[in-house]
């Protein structure tokens, strides 16, 4: 995947990030026995946050002047593509994706010093870990309805609140929480404030396991629980704009993750298709088979190019909003489809509950819901395309 790309620095990145998966990575899996759908000790994680950084590629997809190495954004999505091809389950801690550079990398323009100092800079060297707490148990893609408030009091901000679904939150030191500080406007002035999540009346609880059966997402409460208000991040009232800008990029940031994993579903479906044998010979010599495979490796091209293409424009600063939009929808819904035929190539093994295809099958269900479900992106899509007849209406 994403063999066009030149850079050296890249290439030796890539490289390292293979050995770093083979001699440390799979060998932690198999030596404390945890996949995926179990529970990660805290401080496992924290070291293998620590680890990568030390090794050079914890803050690799940030730019030079924050300690990384200044890919661009096609770059980062060859990065990420191997990385979830690699078939390792700490695979996203490598980067941080659950928590760490990628999730502030694009934000820290708009912190404080301070802020920098206490809450970005710990993230950035593996020291701290993050998430962004937007979706609550009413509000999901009316992202706007939330209901979260701030109260000034005094110096303090008084928080009260229910954030769902939220990517990360189990292991997190931090949250990037969406309040409304101000009711009275319409829309509501929705503001980020950063709260820690060690405080009195905060509570990180999970009832629910995802469908990918990973313990990776929980809800936030929030009870009278009083932060700073220097913990205000990026103005009052800024929130939804802020929430709002990273929108795009990280929608296209999603779709080498999804091709990563479909390209592996697929490469296990080839070999598959080669060794087992039904009717005196192997089930690759059947046509319904050999044209499963040939629409997979089809649907993988398309997404391939599709997101090269995407993140090409993002790099040339290009407006990303319909691109990005339908990049998502299209390989959400693409890679699904191969993990789809990867099933059915797998036969009974590929409904067995555990086995790798199956989970990837699972996995990539659930990409077609957050960060905007198929739907929105539609929307987004179709407002993009209807927006000059309505200027000239
Ligand atoms: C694994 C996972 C991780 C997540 N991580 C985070 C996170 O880190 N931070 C965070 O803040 N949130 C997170 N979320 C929440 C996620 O962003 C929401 O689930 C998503 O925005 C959709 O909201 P909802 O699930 O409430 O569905 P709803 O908004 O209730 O939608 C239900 C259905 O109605 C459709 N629908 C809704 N509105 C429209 C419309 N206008 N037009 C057409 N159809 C519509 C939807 O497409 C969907 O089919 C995560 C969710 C999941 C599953």
Same mark, same amino acid.
């Given at each position: ?33 945890? *996949?995926?759908?179990?529970? !990660? ?7 293998? !946050?620590? =680890? ?31 990385? /979830? /091809? ?46 962004? /707490? ?41 949250? $990037?929480?969406?309040? $409304? ?119 993988? !091209?398309?997404?391939?190019?599709? $997101? ?17 939009? /339908? ?26 509950? *555990? ?6 099958? =699972?996995?990539? =269900? ?28």
């Amino acid at each position: 995947m994403f063999d066009h790309l030149t850079n050296p620095v890249l290439a030796e990145t890539r490289a390292g990030i293979r050995r770093f998966i083979d001699e440390e990575l799979l060998p932690l899996e198999r030596e404390l026995g945890l *996949g995926s759908e179990d529970q !990660w000790p805290r401080e496992t994680l924290r070291g293998i !946050w620590r =680890r990568s950084s030390e090794l050079g590629y914890y803050a690799a997809c940030l730019p030079q002047a924050l300690g990384g190495k200044g890919l661009n954004i096609q770059e980062q999505c060859a990065l990420k593509a191997d990385l /979830a /091809a690699s078939g390792s389950v700490l695979a996203p801690h490598v980067l941080g994706d659950l928590g760490g550079p990628p999730r502030v990398g694009n934000m820290l323009k708009y912190a404080t010093p301070a802020q920098l100092k206490q809450y970005f800079e710990p993230v950035i060297r593996g020291e701290k870990s993050t998430c962004f /707490a937007l979706t609550e148990p009413h509000s999901g893609s009316d992202a706007q309805s939330i209901s979260t408030t701030a109260v000034a009091d005094g110096d303090a901000l008084v928080i009260n609140g229910c954030k769902h679904y939220i990517s990360g939150a189990p292991f997190a030191d931090f949250a $990037i929480v969406m309040c $409304i500080t101000d009711a009275g406007t319409t829309p509501p002035a929705i503001t980020a404030v950063l709260v820690d999540l060690d405080l009195p009346g905060v509570t990180v609880s999970s009832e629910y396991v995802p469908m990918s059966g990973q313990h990776i997402d929980a809800d936030i409460t929030f009870e009278n629980v009083r932060v700073p208000r220097a913990n205000i991040f990026g103005g009052e009232g800024n929130g939804f704009k802020l929430g709002m800008s990273r929108i795009n990029v990280n929608r296209l940031l999603h779709c080498p993750t999804m091709l990563g994993l479909a390209t592996r579903a697929y490469e296990a479906s080839v070999e598959y298709a080669g060794q087992r044998r039904q009717f005196g010979g192997p089930i690759a010599r059947f046509q319904a088979i050999q044209h499963m495979l040939a629409d997979m490796a089809a649907a993988l !091209w398309a997404c391939e190019s599709m $997101i090269a293409h995407t993140a090409a424009l993002a790099d040339s600063g290009a407006d990303l909003r319909m691109k990005a939009a /339908a990049c998502k929808l299209f390989v959400s819904e693409r890679c699904f489809e191969v993990a789809d035929k990867a099933v059915q190539i797998h036969g009974n093994v590929g409904v067995t509950r *555990g086995h790798p295809i199956e989970q990837t099958f =699972r996995k990539l =269900r659930m990409f077609r819901i957050f960060t905007g479900t198929s739907e929105i992106q539609r929307n987004t899509i179709a407002r993009a395309i209807l927006e000059p007849l309505q200027a000239r209406a």
